[in-house]
């Protein structure tokens, strides 16, 4: 009798180690606030809408981007990809900037943060949207007429 209870308790140990391999490691609901897999952060496109003359304006930083290394070095950081996908003001009025930060990381992840001007979001958030402002190329800006 003692040999056919330590046999249930091996098959039942299987099937519930067996689903748990299938099982994704972090819920649904957990999604938001987990981790891009480690890997060093390759490109950052940072897409700023909005103020008060509506503008749209895009900023790229990349391995190729003068004085670039910082601002994918604070994209890389366990802080910014601990970041929830957004960080939104309780009161939306006025003439903010709202941000868009999407980050490529080496392996081809992928993390997109969004935030408004003025909304409480951790430094980091706002740090990377500084020095991407700062030393970011915009590609996607109109020619100066010449």
């Not at 009798?1 to 649904?28: N, Q, S």
């Not at 503008?55 to 910014?80: H, I, N």
Request: with cysteine; net charge positive.
């Amino acid at each position: 009798m003692g040999h056919a209870i330590a046999r249930k308790g091996i098959v039942t140990l299987v099937a519930v180690c067996g689903i748990a391999a299938l099982t994704p490691a972090t819920p649904a609901a957990a999604a938001d606030a987990a981790p891009v897999p480690f890997g060093q952060a390759t490109k950052i496109v940072l897409d700023r809408s909005g103020g008060f003359a509506g503008e749209r304006t895009s900023f790229v930083v990349d391995r190729t981007t003068v004085g670039g290394r910082p601002a994918l070095r604070m994209a890389g950081s366990w802080k910014f990809r601990w970041l929830r996908s957004s960080y939104q003001p309780r009161n939306p009025c006025c003439d903010r900037y709202a941000y868009r930060v999407t980050v490529t990381y080496r392996g081809g992840f992928r993390k997109t943060v969004r935030t408004v001007q003025g909304t409480q979001a951790p430094r980091i958030l706002w740090d990377v949207i500084t020095e991407t402002e700062r030393v970011g190329v915009r590609p996607f800006s109109p020619a100066p007429a010449g």
